[in-house]
């Protein structure tokens, strides 16, 4: 699958239109993350192949996104991102969290599970 690239039209589309709405409500039924990012980053390019990893390991549970605060300066402004990277975890319910710096894949691996999948693995057992 990989990460996902994104931009404002998709997501409006995908993700959330906050044109129409000021309420958060999160259009897919798979969560998600979004990595704020720029090219010439350092931490979000030490951060890039661990969640290309992640996207492999979560195929079909979680989509991975990569916004470019460069090009998407909107985006990066509608969600007041100051520091690089920056990741937004969006559950199915509720309201996303954002984590700021390269955390480590087993970072990364416990805020998808607790986060993202929680609800799913306690509506299932």
């Given at each position: 699958m990989a990460t996902i690239k994104l931009d404002k039209e998709k997501f409006l589309s995908d993700i959330f239109d906050y044109d129409k709405s000021t309420e958060w409500k999160y259009k897919d039924d798979i969560p998600a993350v979004i990595d704020f990012y720029?090219?010439?980053c350092g931490p979000c390019k030490m951060i890039a192949p661990v969640l290309e990893e992640l996207s492999?390991?979560?195929?079909?549970?979680?989509?991975?996104?990569?916004?470019?605060?460069?090009?998407?300066?909107?985006?990066a402004a509608v969600f007041n991102i100051r520091s690089i990277p920056s990741l937004l975890f969006i559950p199915k319910e509720g309201q996303p969290q954002m984590l700021t710096g390269a955390l480590p894949k087993n970072s990364l691996e416990k805020v998808i599970k607790d986060v993202l999948l929680k609800t799913e693995t306690?509506?299932?057992?």
């Open positions: 720029a090219d010439w492999e390991e979560f195929k079909g549970k979680v989509k991975i996104y990569k916004l470019d605060t460069e090009v998407e300066q909107e985006l306690e509506v299932n057992s």
